[in-house]
């Protein structure tokens, strides 16, 4: 066989027994996955807890600015009927908690469901005389009967409510439905 005879390079010139050879690297862990997945999910769940606490922080405060009681009541005597379809927001305008409980209960025996009724505190706790308040013309009737269905005798158009009772009815509970005990 015939053997040919390569020129020498710079290649050739190579220890028998280097000190380093290609890159040094330690073994990966065994469970090195289980690290990743442990750092993964705390990092979801500081950020979901900070996300948490900053919607809480920048949410409403549950309060609710009442209309001046400059307006006019409206007093016009109109067919009533009881609709439940519309939701209630019931607002308490006073310092007691029972008057507005007493006020939701009444709405729920005059045919609501309990997840048709909201009840939310205002900003203000001496709003005078309980008043059911309505958005548009056509949801008079509506107001009319469930005043009429909880012995209410002020009923006021005022849009002012309208997108938290998701265009329904509100009640602002007034000191005149405090008990005087």
Do not use: K
């Not at 310092?95 to 009840?119: C, F, H, L, N, T």
């Not at 005798?153 to 409510?161: G, H, L, R, T």
Request: glycine share 4%.
């Amino acid at each position: 066989m015939p053997q040919t005879d390569f020129p020498q390079d710079r290649f050739d010139d190579v220890d028998e027994d280097p000190a380093r050879v290609g890159a040094h690297r330690a073994p990966r862990p065994r469970f090195r996955w289980v690290v990743v997945l442990l750092w993964w999910l705390l990092v979801v769940a500081v950020l979901t807890g900070a996300g948490i606490l900053a919607f809480l922080a920048l949410s409403s405060t549950d309060s609710i600015r009442l209309p001046s009681s400059s307006q006019t009541a409206v007093a016009t005597p109109s067919p009533s009927e009881i609709d439940t379809s519309y939701t209630v927001l019931v607002l308490n305008g006073t310092a007691d908690a029972e008057a507005s409980a007493a006020v939701q209960e009444a709405v729920r025996d005059a045919g609501w469901d309990e997840s048709d009724i909201v009840p939310l505190n205002s900003d203000v706790n001496d709003f005078q005389h309980t008043t059911v308040y309505y958005a548009d013309a056509e949801d008079q009737a509506a107001a009319q009967g469930l005043a009429d269905a909880l012995e209410i005798d002020v009923v006021q158009e005022n849009d002012e409510f309208a997108a938290m009772s998701d265009g329904g009815l509100t009640i602002v509970v007034g000191l005149d439905r405090v008990s005087e005990e």
